[in-house]
């Protein structure tokens, strides 16, 4: 994934030709876009290599199960198109070099999460976050979900990790995350959803967004 505005758009709709047609509007100032089952559900798995016309496709299943069901969840994602694909890391080691061992076949890249951006994730990820995050670095995975809400914990992952793994961050907009304070704080991307699919021009919403990125990279270079 070639790292340009660092956003990444987060397309929790469930119509496909609203979907394309956000894809298609904001593009220019995303780096990957990320899908879920919201979208996949209601349009079917197709819809991901349609997508992946505009950008990289990060499937967003959380995959979480014993490692049989993992590698094969993580076979019709990367058959169906997609780039990367976002995995939990709960289950345990063995279930995430499933994941890891399928996108190593295809050359496709794994994101384990470490915490989740909402407030309960803090209840019971954030004190196991650290201890996947090691366990994520250590199977060879590409990247880790880390909150936009909580850019302390965005911190503190990359200090485990270095400059080893990536950083993606959910939380950014409507949910209260700034993505200046997280791109501060180490991620290499910040995600967006409601903020930009939900506004009245997706493609500003987004080019205000991947300005405040670029003035935050700028300022620290």
């Known amino acids: ?8 758009l987060a397309l929790d709709v469930s119509d496909r030709e609203e979907a394309l047609k956000i894809a298609e509007d904001v593009s220019e100032f995303v780096d ?3 899908v879920g089952y919201p979208l996949i559900l209601a349009t079917g798995l197709g819809i991901i290599r ?8 990060i499937a967003d299943f959380k995959v ?3 490692p049989n ?4 969840i993580c076979e019709q994602v990367f ?3 997609a780039e990367a694909v976002i995995a939990q890391g709960f ?17 496709k890249d794994v994101f384990v999460v470490s915490e989740m951006s909402h407030p309960g994730g803090a ?8 201890a996947i995050t090691r366990m994520a670095a250590e199977a060879g995975a590409f990247g880790l979900v880390a909150p936009a809400t909580r850019p302390e914990r965005v911190k503190a992952i990359r200090k485990i990790i270095g400059e080893k793994l990536t950083i993606i961050s959910p939380g950014v907009g409507a949910q209260g995350g700034k993505a200046s304070d997280v791109i501060a704080a180490g991620a290499d991307w910040v995600i967006v959803g409601r903020a930009i699919y939900k506004a009245e021009s997706p493609r500003e919403a987004a080019r205000k967004i991947a300005t405040e990125i670029e003035v935050e990279i700028k300022g620290e270079n």
């Open 123 to 130: 209840e019971f990820l954030q004190p196991v976050g650290e």
């Open 91 to 107: 289950t345990g080691r063995d279930s995430l070099d499933a994941c890891i061992e399928v996108a190593s076949e295809y050359r």
């Open 50 to 57: 349609e997508l992946a016309e505009f950008a990289p496709i």
């Open 32 to 34: 990957a876009i990320k």
């Open 69 to 72: 069901t993992n590698r094969l």
């Open 1 to 8: 994934m070639e790292k340009k505005s660092c956003m990444i």
């Open 79 to 81: 058959e169906a198109g």
């Open 64 to 66: 979480a199960d014993i």
